[in-house]
């Protein structure tokens, strides 16, 4: 199967960069679409970022601007920098992906994601 490990979490001041990076592991055939999501506290889990395998992203707008989704193929990675952070985005940030995995005689699609890590923008 497929496993995705975040990293990067941390306490900010408002103003304050971060950045989150997401490796993927396991029996990857080839990963598909990658993103991240965020849940705050007593909020419905949101859609941060994504980009697809030839490089094109979509954001939410209130991320547009200041977070820059990228990825590593050969790294099997995703990474979201974080810029200008406001106390408003402070979540869980989730790592997502629709990964193609062999199976032993073929391949399977399917999404996954990873166990969270925490942003905390305060001052």
């Known amino acids: 199967q497929v496993q995705l490990v975040e990293s990067g979490g941390g306490l900010v001041q408002p103003g304050g960069s971060l950045r989150l990076s997401c490796a993927a592991s396991?029996?990857?055939?080839?990963?598909?679409?990658m993103g991240w999501y965020r849940q705050a506290p007593g909020k419905e889990r949101e859609f941060v970022a994504v980009?697809?395998?030839?490089?094109?992203?979509n954001y939410l707008d209130s991320a547009k601007g200041r977070f820059a989704i990228s990825r590593d193929n050969a790294k099997k990675t995703v990474y979201l920098q974080m810029n200008s952070l406001k106390p408003e985005d402070t979540a869980v940030y989730y790592c997502?992906?629709?990964?193609?995995?062999?199976?032993?005689?073929?391949?399977?699609?399917?999404?996954?994601w990873g166990q969270g890590t925490q942003v905390t923008v305060s001052s």
């Open positions: 997502n992906a629709d990964v193609t995995f062999y199976t032993g005689i073929s391949v399977n699609r399917k999404e996954y």
């Open positions: 396991g029996s990857i055939f080839r990963i598909n679409v």
């Open positions: 980009i697809d395998n030839g490089g094109t992203t």
